[in-house]
């Protein structure tokens, strides 16, 4: 029989100074015959170790008087049960479906969310991320566009040791920390659908260049254009800024040019409405005069006059997908469970598309 007492402390003992024993960390480790992790992984109640082996250690603790020192607590678990998202999008609907699968996915595992928002051009913000991850202690941190697309700011995640995912349009690291959105895919399906309408003047009103989605959505519009030998002409495409005041202004330049265009593609809804807006200022009519196709398909999609026309992103399952990978990261690997994080863009068609006049 395995003897239970280890090889004891000397501490001394506060009521009369005399010497006595106390069982340490290690000891009860090597009596139930896993690491110190996982001893104190139990210790801080974490949901990632197994019910079989959390009673054996809580009966060992329990016959040797074991209580955790609290300043040893977190000894091989620092950190705390908490994902952090960072954001810098423009769009308050994107980042709202994003947490809102995330919540999806940390329900019942013990973990909770905590956000981030930024602004990635401020001369300060990496040092801000570094801040807001070491003093909450994070677990690990989900990463939306543009941020996902900063390499400075994963090197400092990874220099903290801080398990991260990055949600991209493209892929930028390895698998296990990606959710790729395709979004080039996605533009292409809507040049295609312009193009069988018959639309050879399509406009194209980006997000900000410092977003990577801007030029995949660009590059993919190109493409599926051409594959019908139409032109994305330099003249048609205008900047905007993923909001929708800018989306009003970029219309209202397109719809006053000598020969418009009959088709706008927007880089996402919410610049879409802000067509709407310019054409009903200018008198033209959607979709009579005036093709409009945006992107994301968030909800106000369905609720605008015509409905909108919209490449559709899976963007709460994406938040989930992304939260999801970061939980596998803190469970044994031969509990994880097998799932599909694939995101194949599709395009909703609604009523704010027909064939040119």
């Known amino acids: 029989m395995t003897s239970r007492r280890p090889d004891y402390e000397e501490e001394a003992d506060r009521g009369g100074g005399a010497l006595r024993k106390r069982a340490t960390i290690n000891d009860i480790a090597r009596l139930a015959g896993v690491s110190k992790k996982t001893i104190s992984r139990v210790i801080n109640d974490s949901p990632f170790v197994k019910v079989e082996t959390r009673d054996k250690i809580h009966a060992i603790m329990k016959e040797l008087g074991y209580r955790p020192d609290p300043q040893a607590r977190g000894l091989a678990f620092r950190r705390s049960f908490l994902i952090g998202m960072i954001y810098d999008n423009p769009n308050p609907q994107y980042v709202v479906n994003v947490q809102q699968g995330i919540l999806e996915a940390v329900r019942e595992s013990g973990f909770e969310l905590v956000v981030h928002p930024c602004n990635r051009a401020d001369a300060g913000f990496l040092d801000q991320v570094r801040t807001f991850v070491e003093q909450l202690k994070l677990f690990g941190v989900v990463l939306t566009p543009s941020v996902s697309e900063d390499d400075d700011l994963v090197a400092i995640l990874r220099e903290l040791d801080c398990p991260y995912v990055r949600v991209a349009s493209v892929s930028l690291d390895e698998a296990e920390r990606m959710i790729v959105t395709h979004d080039a895919d996605g533009a292409a399906e809507a040049a295609r ?107 106000m999609a369905a609720r605008l006059w015509p409905p909108l026309t919209s490449v559709k992103l899976p963007i709460r399952n994406m938040g989930r997908f992304a939260a999801e990978k970061l939980i596998d990261m803190a469970t044994p690997e031969s509990e994880r469970r097998t799932r599909s994080h694939q995101v194949e863009p599709g395009l909703a068609v609604r009523g704010s598309t027909a064939s040119p006049r």
């Open 193 to 299: 659908h312009l193009a069988a309408l018959g639309h050879t003047r399509v406009a194209f009103i980006s997000g900000p260049p410092s977003f990577r989605s801007s030029h995949e959505r660009r590059r993919g519009l190109a493409e599926g254009l051409a594959e019908q030998g139409i032109t994305l002409e330099d003249r048609y495409i205008i900047e905007g800024a993923y909001t929708f005041d800018s989306g009003v202004a970029c219309a209202r330049a397109l719809l006053a040019m000598d020969e418009p265009p009959t088709a706008i593609f927007t880089g996402n809804d919410e610049m879409a409405a802000g067509v709407y807006t310019a054409a009903r200022d200018a008198g033209v009519s959607i979709p009579d005069d005036l093709s409009v196709v945006g992107f994301d398909d968030s909800p």
